[in-house]
């Protein structure tokens, strides 16, 4: 089904198609409405009950968004629930921050929040993060957020009040304020399963060797049979202990004690068990669909797959080597040479079309029958959810972007990055890095590419 869109003179006229499932905007409307928290307002009983009630409300929470100052664009966006364009959506964002500005010169970046989510919460068919199949990203307003803090900052560049905030909570420890990891736990939903009703460990450890053993006598060929996907699904919760035991297992040792455990079929059931997330089902999906979108975007690319992922390498500035490997080499051969601990694609050819991809996880090979990019890009994902591994910070952008875009996992907390630590300008110590809720260049693309899918292209 499509339709067009018609806005005044000097804004763009977008057409395009819409996929038959794909939510209308009132119903990204009512899911939105539906998510927002309600807050109950205390009864009033008498004068001196009144009196006691604290307002612990900030200004932010009583901010009123200047519609009526708003530019002729947004107004005429609004009023057609339709998306502004980026031009007009700056506009407002200086709007909106010279009337904050008025009541607090250097707004928190929570302050930000607030308002950002009063906008969307009114007007989430214009401004809410949501591709046009429906994906919603993290909270539905990060972009928001931070244009508004990133023009504070701006203004603020050369403000003594801006650097008394930042010295006021500065601190010389080095443990104070420290931001948490990593949660092994994040996007998961099955993390650390009870063991299964009417079985006991010594029973599962039984039916482990048993697929040991078939193992050995089969090779991974044997995951093929119906059985192993029934034991494996069986022996889940082993699995799990396995893996989350303190301190952790190699990979190697992992490998020894559950072979089938890297074979792609299970690699697949065993992420799907523990997001509930059908992971080659969503990577080709997303890599056909949104890839197209990605391509399109940058205007250049020839082979779908392999160029979406390298194109948002590039962009975020990050080399392709820190997610994929080129050899002519045997996985024997490739094992001999130095392989990074963080997980790789290994691309058996000259070119990146080739159908033999190998994948690698602390040096070593562990999966060599990837029949396809998507394929192989899948099992490299799923790998840093089943294992507990963090994203490599050398492709931290990129992995994020997959997981959001992609997978459509969007905890609006947490990170699979690790935390990185940087030398402070002010007191010239190693500090760790301060995070938002979502990586600020992923969130600026994804920005861009909402704008780019709902005003400008045509599938």
Not at 81 to 106: C, G, H, K, S, Y
Request: net charge positive; proline share 6%.
């Amino acid at each position: 089904m499509s339709w067009e869109k018609t806005m005044e003179e000097g804004v763009l006229e977008p057409v395009w198609s819409v996929y038959v499932q794909s939510p209308t905007p009132a119903d990204v409307s009512r899911s939105l409405r539906n998510s927002q928290p309600t807050i109950s307002t205390p009864s009033t009983s008498s004068p001196t009950d009144r009196s006691r009630v604290i307002d612990l409300s900030t200004w932010s929470d009583k901010f009123k968004v200047p519609w009526s100052k708003m530019p002729q664009g947004i107004k005429l966006s609004i009023n057609a629930q339709q998306r502004p364009t980026p031009r007009d959506r700056r506009e407002m964002i200086r709007v909106i921050v010279d009337e904050i500005r008025l009541i607090e010169p250097n707004p928190t970046r929570s302050d930000c929040a607030t308002v950002a989510k009063m906008v969307v919460k009114e007007y989430p068919e214009s401004f809410a993060d949501i591709l046009k199949d429906g994906t919603r990203i993290g909270s539905g307003f990060a972009s928001l957020v931070n244009q508004l803090k990133t023009r504070v900052e701006h203004l603020n560049r050369n403000s003594v009040i801006g650097r008394r905030r930042r010295m006021k909570g500065h601190s010389s420890s080095p443990t104070t304020n420290r931001a948490k990891g990593p949660s092994d736990q994040y996007g998961c939903i099955r993390w650390q399963p009870d063991c299964p009703q009417g079985e006991t460990e010594s029973i599962l450890k039984e039916k482990q060797e048993e697929m040991k053993e078939l193992y050995a006598r089969e090779g991974p060929a044997a995951a093929e049979r119906g059985h192993i996907t029934q034991l494996m699904e069986r022996t889940y919760y082993l699995q799990r202990k396995t893996i989350n035991a303190s301190p952790a297992p190699s990979i190697v040792e992992l490998k020894t004690g559950w072979p089938f455990l890297f074979t792609p079929k299970e690699i697949y059931n065993h992420f799907k068990l523990l997001t509930d997330i059908s992971i080659l089902e969503k990577i080709t999906d997303a890599i056909e669909h949104k890839g197209k979108m990605i391509v399109n975007f940058f205007r250049r690319a020839t082979i779908l797959a392999p160029c979406v992922v390298l194109l948002l390498m590039a962009h975020f500035k990050e080399h392709s080597e820190a997610l994929i490997l080129q050899a002519t080499a045997t996985p024997a051969d490739v094992e001999e040479s130095v392989l990074p601990d963080s997980p790789r694609l290994i691309v058996q050819g000259e070119t990146l079309t080739s159908a033999n991809w190998m994948m690698s996880i602390e040096g070593q090979v562990v999966l060599s029958s990837h029949p396809n990019f998507a394929a192989g890009l899948a099992a490299l994902f799923a790998s840093f959810y089943n294992f507990n591994l963090e994203y490599q910070k050398e492709a931290s952008c990129t992995l994020d972007f997959i997981q959001r875009c992609f997978v459509g996992i969007n905890p609006t907390t947490g990170s699979k990055t690790s935390t990185e630590q940087v030398l402070s300008k002010r007191s010239g110590k190693v500090v760790e890095k301060k995070k938002h809720s979502m990586n600020v260049k992923v969130c600026s693309l994804l920005r861009k590419l909402m704008d780019f899918d709902w005003l400008c292209m045509s599938v």
